[in-house]
T-cell receptor, first 111, second 112 residues
């Protein structure tokens, strides 16, 4: 069966520190992968998506970057976190028009 | 570009009453439409989807939605609310690039 793993579940980081969130997918090949952010009281904002290894598209300019070193691995990074980077980060995958399958999310608090 | 508008950020219903969540979309090409549910501090779970074919779509947990092209709507309903339906619900649309655009969400509370 297809599963998606996202970690860590919660993270508290100081301003200026680096960030690395990882997402891996099992049970499928060549998925489209996505990073979304959900800020408090706001909807879901698409940050990055990838249609293949090394192919990253950024939806909004920001302090974050993404990488896809393997077919089923998607990493969200930052060199120096800002307070505004706090939020709930969600990884998702899809193959075709089946709809997204989401990970369980990472609650990031920047202090 | 496609977009979604969810009417009403909060809906309160009595247990056993009808749940109706409204969603209107904008798309220049035939869309794919989705409803997701999110419980606190969890990821989103797919309730149902419309891609092609039958316009009345049945999903999990007794929910259903009807695609009405003439009204550009995809409203979500459940005949009888249960306490476990308290959550946030998101309508979403995509086209051939499969990128989902989400509505702002509707929080449902269920009164005993």
């Amino acid at each position: 069966s297809q599963t998606i793993h996202q970690w860590p579940a919660t993270l508290v980081q100081p301003v200026g520190s680096p960030l690395s969130l990882e997402c891996t997918v099992e049970g499928t090949s060549n998925p489209n992968l996505y990073w979304y952010r959900q800020a408090a009281g706001r909807g879901l904002q698409l940050l990055f998506y990838s249609v293949g290894i090394g192919q990253i598209s950024s939806e909004v300019p920001q302090n974050l970057s993404a990488s896809r070193p393997q077919d089923r691995q998607f990493i969200l990074s930052s060199k120096k976190l800002l307070l505004s980077d706090s939020g709930f980060y969600l990884c998702a995958w899809t193959v075709g028009a089946s709809g997204y399958t989401f990970g369980s999310g990472t609650r990031l608090t920047v202090v | 570009a496609q977009s979604v508008t969810q009417l009403g950020s909060h809906v309160s219903v009595s247990e056993g009453a009808l749940v109706l969540l409204r969603c209107n979309y904008s798309s220049s090409v035939p869309p794919y439409l989705f409803w997701y549910v999110q419980y606190p501090n969890q990821g989103l779970q797919l309730l149902l989807k419309y891609t092609t074919g039958a316009t009345l779509v049945k999903g999990i947990n007794g929910f259903e939605a009807e695609f009405k092209k003439s009204e550009t709507s995809f409203h979500l309903t459940k005949p009888s609310a249960h306490m476990s339906d308290a959550a946030e619900y998101f309508c979403a649309v995509s086209v051939r690039d499969y990128k989902l655009s989400f509505g702002a969400g509707t929080t449902v509370t269920v009164r005993a």
